[in-house]
């Protein structure tokens, strides 16, 4: 998935390499509000030659990974930054590029003009990066004393070595002398494959390994602005929360009809009870569109459409794609929707419009068996629904010989902006939320 961005960028660049043969790449903006993002990974080589259409490389952004495309022919000349760089501002130089045919003897010299220590990307740790790396003595180390084959590949005392961010944290965590790693990344630069390649060289002499007794992870751009986003939400907005518990009874009963009739056809076509929770917020916010609202300020938006962000868990962090206008969709198309969402978004592959944006908030955490919690709410919105499990619970049945019977519940907590939404609104909103999953024929009319 290539932004369209990033195809502005290839074309200017295009235009600038016929003017001056060889011409700076600079990181491009993936979206209006990035300001820096990492380099996931150079799909090209220094020296390949690239066609419009070819991935040049991959971005990191604070919410997905984003392909960047060649809108033309060219050449990749010299590469700047180096995969899994963090933290590169928008608009520094990556690499050099220029058209084929063109002499590249110069792309080395650009390349390092371009690298000013003043505009270095930081490490995964948000530190600069260390003029001077510590280098190792080879003529200490009985290994390589025992090993004349593996001291060609010793650095003389004082020399750099030069290593990506990620090779080094792994060299760290498993006791792996850089001095000793073959680099095959540009100009002999160590990556991440050199270092988890590495087999020490077998010797009776040779230390054990220490063992870490822990693991320091990165901080990804996405935690980063979640981490951000959640303590501001939670300092500056005003949360207040209300709880209903809902009979699940005839919700689960239409549901194995609909599979059962959606299995003969398409056996992979399955309707969720989330599914059926989208449908029901969106009904609830057509009937109290209060809650369909957005604290801007000056203004307080209401809106005509219930376009719900469902949050999903991914390797790197919460995001939350966006089924858009759900209360015009049934059920299936809901499904079919959330489920490509989702997969995109764990993927890392969500295109901008896919997750900004969005008027009401779904996290829903029942398929790992919590019964209840409150969730954060993401700004500009002003309610999110946090959802639990639904459990077999005795319920009061006078009609019944026993007086009591048994139903499945689910537990639903509505957490608002007290701002925009007052007390008596989000409980009308509940209300109306739960009617409908009480009665699911209703919103089938």
Not at 149 to 169: C, N, T, V, Y
Not at 208 to 227: C, F, L, Q
Not at 229 to 239: I, N, V, Y
Request: proline share 7%; aromatic share 4%; hydrophobic share 40%.
């Amino acid at each position: 998935m290539a932004f369209s961005l990033a195809r502005i960028a290839a074309r200017s660049l295009h235009t600038s390499c016929r003017r001056h043969a060889l011409s700076k790449f600079a990181m491009p903006a993936m979206s209006p509000t990035m300001t820096e993002g990492g380099i996931a990974a150079w799909k090209k080589k220094e020296g390949d030659t690239f066609s419009a259409g070819d991935v040049l490389l991959e971005i990191e952004t604070d919410k997905a990974t984003i392909d960047v495309e060649a809108q033309d022919d060219g050449v990749l000349a010299k590469i700047i930054i180096a995969d899994g760089t963090k933290n590169v501002s928008v608009g520094s130089p990556i690499a050099i590029v220029a058209e084929e045919g063109d002499d590249l003897s110069d792309a080395a010299r650009m390349a390092s003009e371009a690298a000013e220590p003043s505009s270095k990307p930081t490490t995964h740790q948000g530190e600069p990066e260390p003029s001077t790396p510590p280098t190792s003595d080879a003529s200490k180390d009985p290994v390589s004393q025992s090993q004349p084959q593996e001291a060609k590949l010793e650095l003389a005392k004082g020399d750099r070595i030069f290593a990506s961010p990620i090779a080094k944290k792994i060299a760290l965590e498993r006791g792996i002398p850089l001095s000793k790693v073959q680099g095959t990344g540009p100009e002999g630069r160590i990556i991440r494959e050199d270092v988890e390649k590495y087999q020490p060289p077998v010797s009776a002499a040779a230390p054990a390994t220490p063992t870490a007794e822990y693991v320091d992870i990165p901080i990804s751009n996405m935690r980063k602005v979640i981490g951000t986003r959640l303590t501001q939400s939670k300092q500056e907005l005003p949360h207040y929360y209300l709880t209903v518990e809902i009979n699940m009874d005839k919700v689960l009963k239409l549901r194995e009809v609909f599979n059962k009739t959606l299995g003969e056809k398409d056996k992979s076509a399955k309707l969720s009870v989330n599914d059926f929770i989208l449908k029901a917020v969106a009904c609830a916010l057509a009937d109290v569109p209060e809650a369909n609202s957005a604290w801007l300020g000056e203004v307080i938006r209401q809106y005509n459409k219930a376009d719900i962000s469902v949050a999903v868990a991914t390797p790197t962090g919460l995001i939350t794609p966006i089924v858009m206008d759900v209360g015009s969709k049934g059920l299936a198309t809901i499904s079919t929707e959330t489920k490509a969402l989702a997969k995109k978004a764990r993927d890392g592959k969500l295109a901008p419009q896919e997750y900004q944006g969005g008027t009401f908030t779904v996290s829903n955490l029942g398929m790992f068996d919590i019964d209840h919690f409150t969730a954060i709410i993401n700004p500009p919105q002003s309610c999110i629904l946090a959802v639990g499990s639904t459990k077999p619970a005795i319920v009061p049945a006078p009609e019944e010989e026993r007086g009591f019977k048994t139903v499945n519940v689910m537990r639903v907590t509505l957490s608002s902006d007290h701002r925009v939404v007052d007390g008596a609104v989000g409980a009308r909103w509940m209300a109306a939320f739960k009617g409908y999953l009480e009665n699911p024929l209703t919103f089938m009319l």
